[in-house]
C-alpha cells in the first residue's frame, strides 16, 4: 500500500486534504485484498438432496431452479454454466463491469441456494 501512495503521489496535483486522501487509498487496498481473497462458491457446489447439483437432470428442474431469478441473472447464469462463457465475456456482451457480472452471478447462486434449502 505504501508503495502505491508513494508511486501515486507525485502524479496527483495537489491535495486538499492529503490524510482523507491517505484514508481513502488505504480502504481501497484493504476492500481490494479482501475481495481478492474471498473463495466463491461454484453452481456445482450446491448441495441438493440427492448428492449435488448434477441431480438436477431435465429442463424442467433445472427452470425451476432459475425461476426466482430476475431475467438479467437468468441470463447470466446460463450463459456461465451453459454456454461456458467467462466473466469477461460476458461482461463484454453486457457492456457492463466485470465486477457487476460477478455480482450478478454469485447473487443469482445464492438465491439458487436459497429455493433449495
Known amino acids: 500500500m505504501l ?4 508511486n501515486t503521489a507525485a502524479k496527483l496535483p495537489s491535495i ?11 480502504v481501497n487496498c484493504a476492500k481490494d485484498r479482501v ?26 428442474s433445472f427452470a425451476s431452479l ?10 447470466v447464469v446460463l450463459l456461465r454454466i451453459v454456454e461456458d462463457m467467462s466473466f469477461k465475456e460476458i461482461s463484454s456482451l453486457f457492456g ?10 454469485y447473487r443469482a447462486l445464492n438465491k439458487i441456494k436459497e429455493k433449495l434449502n
Not at 16 to 26: F, K, Q
Not at 66 to 75: G, M, P, V, W
Open 96 to 105: 457492463r463491469p466485470l465486477s457487476s457480472i460477478t455480482s450478478l452471478y
Open 66 to 75: 432459475i425461476a426466482c431469478l430476475d431475467d438479467t441473472e437468468r441470463h
Open 16 to 26: 486538499s486534504n492529503p490524510y482523507g486522501w491517505l484514508y481513502t487509498v488505504s
Open 35 to 60: 475481495k481478492s481473497s474471498r473463495v466463491y462458491d461454484d453452481i456445482g457446489d450446491i448441495p441438493v438432496e440427492d448428492g449435488g447439483i448434477a441431480a438436477v437432470e431435465n429442463g424442467e
Open 3 to 6: 508503495t502505491k501512495i508513494w
